[in-house]
């Protein structure tokens, strides 16, 4: 709390004063949503290839897998990680954050390439076979990069999502913007400027990542012969 005074003393403290101070953490969210997001879509992918290629028995265990992480709070896995997985690594707030919500959406982005897979069809895969395509290459080279197009929509909602709940990092004291937002509104006694600063941010964030996400859909977008 000191901290804060000292960094806001001899200025206003008004919305304008609050909106820097805190959208002064936007990197921390911002480092956190880099790491979770693509580590999780790298996870996701490799998941979502075994549930739909490797087998009845290879599905059923990422059916298993899937159900767990959905099921399971962030936060609970966040504390797991931190208190109880990490001791004898010493892992920062930050990474322990991080590494929490990658794994979390690793379920939620491999059923969203699952999806995708199964949408593209079978005959696609057949169709590259035909014309002396290995099956990995049929995967690789024809049904992956339609997949990933089809997937652009849901996984514009899950980079959302990521980008919210980076603010679990909080909890263990990384300085991002709700932490910030909840310390300084508890320093100035204006907790509602505070929690709005932050909430306008969050706003702005998801707002962009949306609109660039679109623009690479529509870019991506086959054009239709109707």
Do not use: C
């Not at 002396?132 to 899950?158: C, D, F, K, T």
């Amino acid at each position: 709390m000191p901290v804060i005074r000292q960094e806001l003393k001899g200025e206003n403290l008004d919305f304008l004063t609050l909106l820097r101070y805190i959208a002064s953490g936007t990197a921390y969210t911002l480092g956190v949503t880099a790491i979770a997001l693509p580590s999780g879509l790298l996870i996701g992918t490799l998941l979502a290839f075994l549930y739909v290629y490797g087998g009845k028995g290879i599905g059923k265990v990422m059916n298993v897998y899937s159900t767990i992480m959905r099921g399971i709070p962030p936060l609970v896995l966040l504390f797991l990680l931190y208190f109880v997985v990490s001791k004898g690594i010493n892992l920062s707030g930050f990474w322990a954050g991080s590494i929490s919500l990658g794994i979390v959406s690793s379920a939620y982005q491999m059923e969203i390439i699952r999806g995708a897979l199964l949408s593209v069809g079978n005959d696609q895969l057949m169709a590259a076979r035909a014309v002396g395509l290995s099956r990995r290459q049929a995967v690789i080279n024809i049904v992956l990069p339609q997949a990933l197009r089809l997937a652009i929509p849901p996984w514009s909602n899950e980079a959302a999502i990521i980008i919210k709940d980076s603010s679990l990092v909080y909890a263990l004291g990384v300085p991002e913007i709700l932490r910030r937002a909840q310390l300084i509104g508890a320093s100035t006694h204006q907790p509602l400027l505070a929690y709005l600063s932050a909430a306008l941010i969050y706003f702005v964030l998801v707002t962009v990542t949306n609109r660039l996400l679109n623009l690479l859909e529509k870019k991506l977008t086959v054009p239709s012969n109707h």
